[in-house]
């Protein structure tokens, strides 16, 4: 493809033009873009139930030994596909020579990735699912070659005008359509005259749950997605990727907004944003929040920077319309805040609230007894339980096929049934939190609080159950950092710790993408009855930890420390190539316009990969938007260097 070498002269404006016209005129002479603009405009959008029996090795990993699987399968397929289709264009235009390859060292840390990630799928303990990926993940191998290989081909298309309109069309229109699902699961319902209409929640309705299930499991299947009211998830089923993926979009369309001087391509924009933005605080992503309010604390700092350096006359002409619609989004988004937080009773200023980290370093996550803190330690023998907590201990032993309790100096302790805990209690008041019964299948459910273990009666004597009736030993993994910070966000500084001294054992090779659950010490019980909040039966202990929550952490595990080196190394040249070029350009084109606007999405997202992993649902757009970037930073720099890097030139942002 013919890249635009036009030059943009001063006090020139955009032409006011039909936007699909252009989209189709684009269309027909970028077919590359035309398959790249598919995937971010649909594959964030697929929700539809695949049924998928599990090998044994990964129901161990499990709650059972078939995935229904709705938001991640067919992601990945569909995406694997329309990859496939954009490489075979892509190298038939490098053939013909329509499209030149744009030469960058780049190159170089993403082909290392790609290496070391096919290399630790090779030696991969678990080759399946280091293939095809986990359930309700889906990110193995293919997937990664394919981020990759949807980087490198935008990073070469999008410097063409045409290819950047379309590729930026399916950005905008995959976040425009999520956020309207969006939206309408938040507000749940609507009353108006006395009448109550709804679900608004697409998916809780009866055409919503027949156009994602296939007819043979609709009068099988009752789906229930489980969120919690005024929450969103829309088509990518979490609220943390939800925080992902729309602060990217809010990011890019609030700088199109801004720059935009075609009104109807400035209507659109600000149409998107709303909507973006609503769902951004609505989804209740902690995470979310975080990575925009990082990538605009680094826009303000670049801009100080570029004060303090560049001393030049304010343009008041050019800054005066930009200081007019910045302050037109502010004021929507404070009304629309304001609206949501009210409807939602204030759940959204509640959530916000909650950034202030020192509400989560405590040791711990306690449950609703307000008691997990207090565990110390589970002992198990033959013919001896051993829990003990901060103020008390006991010990339950077997003896001529009798359970006897004791405290934890050998006082015998006499328990009574309870009608309305269902369980056996102790009358001594010290021991008033624990509680026990015993099934048909011989398991003691011990309960302290509502921190549970199970603890099989066998022929061989006392053994702890893994919580799917196998049995297992208590471990107690190595850790490092976090102590006392364990229930640091929502619990990750626990995985951190345990992360990281796995470590030092995935230097030159992982242990193959998406085999976190494998990897992960899983029979760390203690530490998980601790930390882990109790959300439902079978309790913490049991809890399958299959992914860091971090993406970095992620990388370096499934595909090496070495291939973390590469992407960071390509994270941080980007980042560094559009510091430059906001320090130094003095010219407005959609080129500096878009680099802007990916520059602050991708900044937010990787200041949210702290806290969230890589996902189908939000991935491709990252690395769609990482290779617009770097696309539109050659074209700026290019650009720079034949004009000189002279003049203040302000043109249209279409």
Known sequence: MARNKKKNRPGCEAAQSNIFIDLVAASKNNVTA?????????VPLIVFLRVIPLAPDVVKFWTADINYDFFSFYKMTWFLFLTSVSVIIFCIGVKNKRIVITKTWIYVPAGIYALTAVMSTVFAKHTAVALYGFPDRYEGLFVLLGYILV????LNIAQEKGALKLILAGLLFSAFVASLIGLFQFIGRIELFGEVYGPLDFFKTSAGRMFITPREYRELLQL?????????????????????????ALMLSIVLFIFETDKTRKVIFYIVSMFVFSNWIGCLSRAGYIGVIAAILVLIVIAGLRSAL???????????????????????????????????????????MKLDVKTEVKTGTSGPAGLLDDVKDVKITPDTIFYSTANTAMQVKMASNNLLFYTGDGVLLAPTFSDARKAYVFNDPRYSNYTFRLDRNNIIFLSYGDAVIQVAITSQGLKFCDGKGGFTDIIKADSWGFEGREGLASTRGYIWSRTIPLLKDVVFLGNGPDTFAFHFPQQDYIAKLKYYPVRSYPSSPYMIIDKPHNM????AMNT?????????IIFISYIAISIKIMLANDRRTVYSTVSLGAFLGVTAYLATAVFNDSLISVAPVFWIMLG???AVNFVVIRENKENGNSGCTHTGGG
């Open 310 to 352: 560049v001393k030049k006359e304010v343009d008041r002409d050019f800054i005066k319309p930009l200081l007019k619609n910045i302050a037109v989004l502010i004021a929507s988004f404070i009304v629309l805040f304001i609206v949501l937080d009210f409807s939602s009773e204030h759940t959204i200023s509640r959530q916000f």
């Open 34 to 42: 035309v398959v790249i603009a598919a995937i971010a405009a649909f």
């Open 560 to 568: 090496g420390v070495i291939s973390l080196i590469c992407v960071l």
């Open 552 to 555: 970095y952490f992620q990388t």
């Open 628 to 630: 617009l970037g770097y």
């Open 224 to 248: 229930h997605f489980q969120f919690a009211s005024h929450t969103i998830c829309t088509t990518l089923f979490n609220t943390n990727y939800v925080g992902s993926f729309m602060e990217m």
């Open 151 to 154: 980087f490198v081909v935008v």
